[in-house]
T-cell receptor
C-alpha cells in the first residue's frame, strides 16, 4: 500500500536558524509531491510541487526552498527562518493525474 | 482568477443531516475533492467527483454540477466525531494537476 511519512511532528526553532523537513513516500513510483503550509484556521497554501527528481516548482516567493534528491523523497529547507514561517507544514503526494492527494501527518513549526 | 467558496462555519445537531456547499470558478475542470480535517491533524480524503451527480460512501455523499460550478457534501446521522473542517478542492486544467483549495468549513456538532 502507498504510505507517506513526514517528520518531525513538532519543531520549535529560533528566528534566523536553518530548517530541514523531510518527507518520504512508499509503495509508488514517480509520485507528484507537494509541500503546503496552513496558517491557523486557514486553508492550504501550496509552497512547492515536484513531478520528478530534481524538478521543483515554486508557487510563492519566500525564504524557503525544496529539493527532491530521490524519487520518493521531498525536503523543505530554509537557511534563515523568519517569524512569519510559523505554521503547519504538510507534505502530500498523488500517484497519477486523477488520483487524490494524500497527506503526511504534518509538522507544526513554531518560530521564537 | 480562480476561486473556491465555502461557508466558514456551520453548526448541526448529533443525529441530524448537514449539507456543506462549495462553489468554484476555475480555469477548466478535472475533478473535485472533499477532505476532512480534524483540529491539529492532516486532511484525509473523503470523496472525488468528476462527473455530474451524486457519489455515496456510507454516511457521506458528494454531489457535483459542473454547469453550475457547484458541489455539496452531505453528512447523515451526524456523530460527535464528525466535528472537523471540511475542505473542498478542485483540480483545474493544469498540466501538473495542482489542486485549488477552499478555506474549509468548520463543522460543529452539538449533542
Amino acid at each position: 500500500s502507498q504510505t507517506i511519512h513526514q517528520w518531525p511532528a513538532t519543531l520549535v526553532q529560533p528566528v534566523g536558524s536553518p530548517l530541514s523537513l523531510e518527507c518520504t513516500v512508499e509503495g509508488t513510483s514517480n509520485p507528484n509531491l507537494y509541500w503546503y503550509r496552513q496558517a491557523a484556521g486557514r486553508g492550504l497554501q501550496l509552497l512547492f510541487y515536484s513531478v520528478g527528481i530534481g524538478q521543483i516548482s515554486s508557487e510563492v516567493p519566500q525564504n524557503l526552498s525544496a529539493s527532491r534528491p530521490q524519487d520518493r523523497q521531498f525536503i523543505l529547507s530554509s537557511k534563515k527562518l523568519l517569524l512569519s514561517d510559523s505554521g503547519f507544514y504538510l507534505c502530500a503526494f498523488d500517484a497519477a493525474g486523477s488520483q487524490p492527494q494524500h497527506f503526511g501527518d504534518g509538522t507544526r513549526l513554531s518560530i521564537l | 482568477g480562480q476561486n473556491i467558496d465555502q461557508p466558514t462555519e456551520m453548526t448541526a445537531t448529533e443525529g441530524a443531516i448537514v449539507q456543506i456547499n462549495c462553489t468554484y470558478q476555475t480555469s477548466g475542470f478535472n475533478g473535485l475533492f472533499w477532505y476532512q480535517q480534524h483540529a491539529g491533524e492532516a486532511p484525509t480524503f473523503l470523496s472525488y467527483n468528476v462527473l455530474d451527480g451524486l457519489e455515496e460512501k456510507g454516511r457521506f455523499s458528494s454531489f457535483l454540477s459542473r454547469s453550475k460550478g457547484y458541489s455539496y457534501l452531505l453528512l447523515k446521522e451526524l456523530q460527535m466525531k464528525d466535528s472537523a473542517s471540511y475542505l473542498c478542492a478542485v483540480r483545474g486544467e493544469d498540466s501538473n494537476y495542482q489542486l485549488i483549495w477552499g478555506a474549509g468549513t468548520k463543522l460543529i456538532i452539538k449533542p
